[in-house]
């Protein structure tokens, strides 16, 4: 709690008693109805908000304990959620969920949904909210079981609905929406590379946008492996060029209203990356308040 309250903008209900989790099982329980289809439209009236938000509230009324924060992660393919969220899980001792893992994991365990999903991700779009959610639900429940408390989203939400679907059950402090010149994105995630051993996420594009017509230029160092994962890299199989391009016309089309859903709540933090790990992260840290942590977190070690 005290990381929350240092963050004052992202603080919106840090005296919110609730479980991410348990809450989660309810969503899960009330989105069954509807799993079959994909493409149901959302009535916060009528609809899913209403008829779990009873049990959710029930729930809190049982069960007033603090948590820990819970952000959100938001931006292009490419931009490097995946890289700022995991560090910000390590500072922070806050699990970092990211669906897509949690998707290529369902895809590597050769389960019922397996090669339905393999072609969605192979061709760039996006999974069904209901099973997004469902891996969601179940990721968030063991984490519950483990004693895990709080959240940095990455990757999700990805659609209104599944916002919709979230702030229906849960207060997110904060939602940081990464942003990134888009002559960067396409060769970043051409050049990442993921250790198969360890999972540790890597890139060996070196972005050099020369400055033209007032705007400034740019330089990304390429995030080298260390030896031990250098012979063991591989590249996702959704990380081609069309497959990519077609990721980012998908999250121009479904999830910049996310932002602006967001954006209306007050929960928004802008954040221009300005260049690669070493000029962001110092950066990003200020920009939530968060230097004190890390200072701490070398002083200790
Ligand atoms: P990206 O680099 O495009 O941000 P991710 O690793 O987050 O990729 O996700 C990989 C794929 O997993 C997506 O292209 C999509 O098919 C699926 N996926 C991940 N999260 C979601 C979500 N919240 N909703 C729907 N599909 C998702």
Not at 93 to 98: F, L, Y
Not at 227 to 256: F, G, N
Request: proline share 6%.
């Amino acid at each position: 709690m005290a990381v929350l309250s240092r963050c004052s903008r992202a603080v919106t209900a840090a005296t919110t008693p609730n479980a991410a989790a348990a809450k989660f099982s309810y969503l899960i329980r009330a989105l069954s109805p509807f799993s079959s289809s994909s493409s149901s439209t959302f009535d916060a009236d009528n609809g899913l908000n209403s008829r779990i938000k009873p049990a959710v509230f029930g729930a809190l009324k049982r069960e007033p304990k603090d948590r820990n924060v819970q952000w959100v992660f938001l931006g292009c393919p490419g931009v490097g959620k995946g890289t700022y969220a995991s560090r910000l899980s390590d500072l922070l001792g806050i699990p970092h969920i990211a669906t897509g893992d949690l998707v290529r994991d369902e895809l590597a365990s050769s389960g019922p949904l397996s090669s339905q999903l393999k072609e969605i991700v192979n061709q760039g779009k996006l999974v069904s909210d209901e099973i997004i959610v469902d891996l969601l639900s179940k990721r968030l429940e063991a984490g519950e079981a483990k004693g895990e408390s709080g959240f940095i989203l990455d990757g999700f939400p990805r659609t209104v609905r599944q916002a919709e679907i979230l702030e229906g059950v849960t207060d997110i402090d904060l939602v940081i929406n990464l942003k990134l010149r888009e002559e960067a994105l396409l060769a970043k995630c051409l050049g990442r590379r993921i250790c198969s051993e360890c999972g540790g996420n890597y890139n060996v594009a070196c972005i050099d946008i020369k400055a033209e017509n007032g705007k400034p230029g740019m330089y990304m160092a390429p995030l080298p492996p260390p030896p031990q994962c250098a012979s063991k890299l591989i590249t996702r199989a959704d990380d081609t060029e069309e497959v990519v391009k077609q990721r980012l016309r998908i999250y121009q089309a479904m999830t910049l209203p996310v932002e602006d859903f967001y954006r209306s709540r007050g929960k928004l933090l802008e954040f221009d990356l300005p260049g690669g790990v070493r000029e962001s992260w110092p950066k990003l840290l200020h920009a939530l308040n968060l230097e004190d942590e890390e200072d701490k977190q070398s002083a200790a070690a």
